[in-house]
């Protein structure tokens, strides 16, 4: 099993939808979580991180469930420059320091 | 401020040639890291340095890939006689603290990679 596992979609959307992808993780000593966007042929960027209260920045939502092993995103009004390839990303503890893992990400598309 | 910068932006090198990839990373951070990705597919880990930590060089695809950071700051990666397969694109992230506990941890900045076509 992939350390951390993503639909690869791609998610076509026509603007204005909601739109959510999901993230498991395999194992529960994963510690900390975050949410990067990655453009066509450019360097990932950090979305948000997720706490386990869960955090909103303006359109966007993230959730985490630690009893599941999954992390969330939902995006609300999708707008035209919401397109890219979004990547789960979860820290685990390992020998002293936090080892990073990325997951292979999912496309999202936005329609006009 | 400035972030993370790499060098070359861009390299063309013949197979068998020996390449070397500049990482400076944002001024304060600790942690770097070097990961790999090729056209379409996801991120790959490479190598990870943390202080004056022994690195974690687990990700290196073989012997021909080797990596310094020279008094906790710029690193360089090495590909010791290229093969086609390594072109991808290389890019270094640089976060300011690492080992924490709970969800504190300090999140990675990427720069703009190098990509690296092997011909």
């Known amino acids: 099993r992939k350390e951390v596992e993503q639909d690869p979609g791609p998610f076509n959307v026509p603007e204005g939808a909601t739109v959510a992808f999901n993230c498991t993780y395999s194992?529960?000593?994963?510690?900390?979580f975050f949410w990067y966007r990655q453009d066509c042929r450019k360097e990932p960027k950090l979305l948000m991180s997720?706490?386990?209260s869960g955090n909103e920045d303006g359109r966007f939502t993230a959730q985490l469930n630690r009893a599941s092993q999954y992390i969330s995103l939902l995006i609300r009004d999708s707008k035209l420059s919401d397109s890219a390839t979004y990547l789960c990303v979860v820290t685990l503890p390992q020998r002293g320091y936090q080892k990073v893992t990325f997951g292979t990400g999912t496309k999202l598309q936005v329609i006009p | 401020g400035a972030g993370v910068s790499q060098s070359p932006s861009n390299k063309v090198t013949e197979k068998g040639k020996d390449v070397e990839l500049r990482c400076d990373p944002i001024s304060g951070h600790t942690a770097l890291y070097w990961y790999r990705q090729s056209l379409g597919q996801g991120l790959e880990f490479l190598i990870y340095f943390q202080g004056n930590s022994a690195p974690d060089k687990s990700g290196l695809p073989s012997d021909r890939f080797s990596a310094e950071r020279t008094g906790g700051s710029v690193s360089t990666l090495t590909i010791q006689r290229t093969q086609q397969e390594d072109s991808a694109v290389y890019l270094c992230?640089?976060?300011?603290?690492?080992?924490?506990?709970?969800?504190?941890?300090?999140?990675?900045?990427f720069g703009n990679g190098t990509r690296l076509t092997v011909t």
């Open positions: 997720v706490y386990s």
């Open positions: 992230a640089s976060s300011l603290e690492s080992g924490l506990a709970g969800e504190g941890y300090s999140p990675l900045h």
């Open positions: 194992n529960s000593a994963s510690q900390s």
